[in-house]
Structure formats: C-alpha cells, structure tokens
C-alpha cells in the first residue's frame, strides 16, 4: 500500500513538473497574445515631449500572436485626394520577462526596416503600456517612447 502511495504521488509529482516549466515568459506571452489599440503616446526627443491621442485623428492596432507581431496604422479624416495615410509593418519578436523586443522585418521605410527595438512592457488588466528607444541612424530618429494599448474585445 505504502508503494502505491509513493508510486502515485511520484506519478502526480513528474506530471506537475512536466506541465509547469517555470518560464517567466509563458506567463506574460500568454496575455501579451491579442489584438490591441494603441491609446496614447509619449515621445522624448531631446528633451522635447510629443503626446499623441490615438482615439481621435488616427487610429492604431497592434496584433501579436506566438512568435509575431504586426501593426497597422492610419487617419481617420481622409486628405484632399481621398487618402488615408495608412502606414504598417511588422515582423518577429522575443520576450523575456518584461523584456520585449520587436524585430522590424517588413516595413515601408528601409531605414527603419531591419532594425530591432527593445522595450520594457507591463500588462494591467487589459492594458499594455510599452516604453522604449525608438533608434534609426539613416531616419536622424534616436527618442523615448511610451506606448499604451487597451486589449480589443472579439
């Protein structure tokens, strides 16, 4: 009886291990996974802070599923010549922790294009805040940006 006993709880125990691998970063991928719309912004460039509304000239959403990510980007009011200035890219990206960085690997601009990004990351409840650098030498592009996003329901 006492073998049987310590053969099950061996048997609950190497289940328990096998099914939880105590990565960090299962536990923030998961809920990172989704679609969100970008809020707000805020950059720093040398010294100057830009704030931008997401909500009213122009919209955002960001998609990222296990290994990718994707944003699409454009205005709301459309220009003289009927145009939207839609702008998108995206690309593959790592997380480790709180620590997210973005590979650019499809993108309008070849001087953004190829580049990576890092940025810390925090999820509360059903928003993502996202603060990085934003650096591209050829782009004359070296800022601070924080980023917040509210997860889109389905």
Request: contains cysteine; positive net charge.
């Amino acid at each position: 009886m006492k073998l049987q006993f310590t053969s099950s709880l061996l048997c609950v125990s190497m289940f328990i291990s096998c099914t939880n691998s105590g990565d960090q970063t299962g536990k923030l991928s998961a809920p990172l996974t989704g679609t969100w719309k970008l809020l707000s912004s805020v950059t720093i460039d040398k010294g100057q802070r830009t704030d931008l509304d997401y909500t009213k000239n122009q919209q955002m959403i960001k998609i990222i599923n296990d290994t990718h990510f994707s944003f699409l980007r454009h205005d709301v009011k459309r220009d003289q010549n009927g145009k939207n200035n839609f702008d998108a890219g995206g690309g593959r990206y790592t997380l480790s922790g709180d620590q997210y960085v973005e590979y650019l690997d499809y993108y309008n601009d070849p001087n953004w294009e190829g580049k990576n990004f890092k940025f810390k990351i925090q999820i509360k409840n059903d928003t993502l805040i996202q603060t990085g650098i934003e650096k591209v030498e050829a782009a004359g592009i070296d800022r601070q940006i924080t980023e917040t996003y509210i997860r889109m329901k389905q």
